[in-house]
């Protein structure tokens, strides 16, 4: 399940929001219907006001619908983007060697460390690219 996601689900790497959406009407004190396009039928189109929030004009914040490739059962998979940096955990008898990656449709605040081993095995490319910068650093 790793790189897996689920929309709607809290995690580090989960889009937060997405949209926006345009309201239709108020349901009730506390409860908005949403104008949803037709590939998200399958999503109730009632939210509680603390599941919205106001629109950004930020640029950098705004997660856009066709951005991320949503599933059927409403899951994404996260793109990996480049590796910005790397450094080595010492713990008492051993070295975890770690890299830090920014994903494809996250800044570069939203960026994480992973262990290098695993980036390695999975996106080995990246480590090329990588090995090059520092190079000509």
Known sequence: MKGISRFG???KL???????????ERVGKVA??????TD???IHNVFHVSMLKKW???ENQKVLRGEIELQDNLTYIE????ILASDVHKLRSSMIPFVKVKWKHRSVKEA???K????????PYLFRKFEKEVERR
């Open 116 to 123: 290098e081993a695993d980036m390695r095995q999975k996106f």
């Open 79 to 82: 793109e990996h983007g480049k």
């Open 112 to 114: 994480n460390w992973e």
């Open 40 to 42: 998200m039928s399958n």
């Open 56 to 58: 950004v004009t930020d």
């Open 32 to 37: 908005y219907r949403l104008a949803l396009p």
């Open 14 to 24: 989960n889009p937060r929001y997405i949209g926006p959406f345009e309201i239709i």
């Open 9 to 11: 689900q809290s995690g």
